[in-house]
């Protein structure tokens, strides 16, 4: 269950936050875990699937510590996330983003994957957990509310993704929040102003019909795989034909985030 108000946030807005989301015990865990996995992975951080200058990423992180399958199975986040792709969906990816202090660059707006909603209705939805506070001035995202209800993507809308847009909307928030969002909305994380990083994980999510930005069974290890049951590993989906169907193939799994 989940209240009436972040039911219609999401629907109407394409977001909402929640606040004091991640136990602060928990939180600790992933900070220094994710730490830990920046040191070990040094310039190879993220080159699973993409680096990117001014911020450090990490990829696959269902595979690189016990606490990360704390977060992503959560029923608390995916009452959330049911509102925006319905009842059957999947964990498409789970990340890190570390913007780097004084990186002076946006994101473009984008959605992620690039994804448009189809005749079945919307098909992605990722949700920001902040690991440190996000303030206006440290490299918060920016979220253009509605424009998940649009249909269009922001390359084919605006002249400059990089400009500051009338309608923006900057997410932040003590860390411990995380902001679930309906991934067709236009957003993109802003430039860091501030002398400290700025740490958040990405729980992305996919419909159940559509590609894993990540594909779990190929990039999980095997003996991680065969300790996993119940819930989480449906939502990984291990056992599912479909989704090796649509996910094996590395060309569908391009975009952001
Ligand atoms: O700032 C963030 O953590 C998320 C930014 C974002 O939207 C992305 O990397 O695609």
């Known amino acids: ?3 009436s108000d972040a039911r219609e946030q999401l629907d109407e807005l394409g977001y909402v936050v929640l606040e004091h989301f991640i136990d602060p015990e928990l939180l600790n865990g992933l900070k220094s875990r994710i730490k830990e996995l920046f040191e070990i992975e040094g310039d190879q951080a993220g080159a699973e699937f993409r680096q990117e200058e001014g ?4 990829a696959n992180l269902v595979n690189k510590g016990d ?10 986040l995916l ?9 059957r969906f999947k964990l498409s990816s789970l990340n890190a983003r570390n913007v780097n202090p004084r990186w002076d660059q946006p994101q473009p707006l984008h959605a992620d994957m ?32 509605g424009t998940h209800k649009l249909g269009k993507l ?9 400009a500051s847009h009338p309608d923006e909307v900057l997410l932040t928030g003590k860390a411990g929040t995380v902001v679930v969002m309906n991934a067709h ?28 930005q990540q594909y779990q069974k190929e990039l999980l290890d095997q003996e991680l795989q065969d300790s996993l049951s119940g819930d989480l590993r449906e939502l990984l989906t291990l056992d599912d034909p479909l989704n090796d169907q649509v996910s094996r193939n590395p060309e569908t799994r391009s975009g952001f985030l």
């Open 1 to 3: 269950m989940i209240a």
């Open 114 to 145: 690039g994804a448009i909603p189809d005749d079945s209705g919307y098909w992605v939805c990722n949700s920001v957990w902040m690991l440190d506070d996000f303030t206006k001035s440290n490299g918060p995202i920016r979220i253009i509310p």
């Open 79 to 87: 009452d959330h996330v049911r509102v925006v792709l319905g009842d």
């Open 154 to 162: 922001p390359q084919d809308e605006l002249d400059d993704l990089l």
């Open 67 to 76: 606490v990360f399958l704390e977060t992503f199975g959560d029923p608390r």
């Open 55 to 58: 911020s450090g990423r990490l």
């Open 185 to 212: 909305a236009w957003h993109g994380g802003l430039p860091n102003q501030t002398d400290k990083s700025r740490l958040a994980m990405h729980a992305f999510y996919a419909r159940y019909d559509k590609p894993q």
